[in-house]
């Protein structure tokens, strides 16, 4: 009985860290912000600071250079690669978030918009 005490007491400790151990702070919610590609309005403020601070399944994230409380998106594992490209041509976009993107390639932004790539690695 005491060792089962003790692996519900250790199990319970390791629930406690899962976020900081997943990479996300204390009250961040799953997912993550939509491609913000809106013009900047410097002279609207923040909305929300943080997840905590939205409703229900919303996440604090950036849109025109303001944080608002915006639905979250699934995103894949790693990050974008650095696109060190100039664009000579109208911007398009082959996706809008991750889960347009076929296996684990991601969403990233490039030079004349955005379309599926490798994650970087590293």
């Given at each position: 009985m005491k060792?089962?005490s ?7 400790a390791?629930?406690?860290?899962l976020?900081?151990a997943?990479?996300r ?9 939509p ?6 309005l ?16 919303l996440k604090?994230?950036y ?10 998106v699934?995103v894949k594992?790693?990050?974008?690669p ?9 911007t398009?976009h082959v996706?809008?978030?991750?889960s347009?993107?076929s296996?684990?390639k991601?969403?990233?932004?490039s030079?004349?918009?955005r ?8």
């Open positions: 060792l089962w003790f692996l519900l007491v250790a199990l319970l390791l629930g406690t860290q976020p900081a997943s990479g702070e204390k009250g961040e919610k799953w997912g993550g912000c491609p913000d590609d809106e013009p900047c410097l002279s609207v403020p923040d909305q929300c600071m943080n997840d905590r601070q939205c409703p229900s399944t604090c994230c849109r025109a250079c303001f944080r608002q409380c915006v639905p979250r699934s594992l790693g990050s974008c650095q696109d060190r490209l100039r664009c000579l041509s109208p398009k996706c809008s978030q991750d347009d993107c296996g684990k991601r969403c990233c932004r030079a004349c918009g379309d599926c790539r490798d994650p970087a690695r590293g």
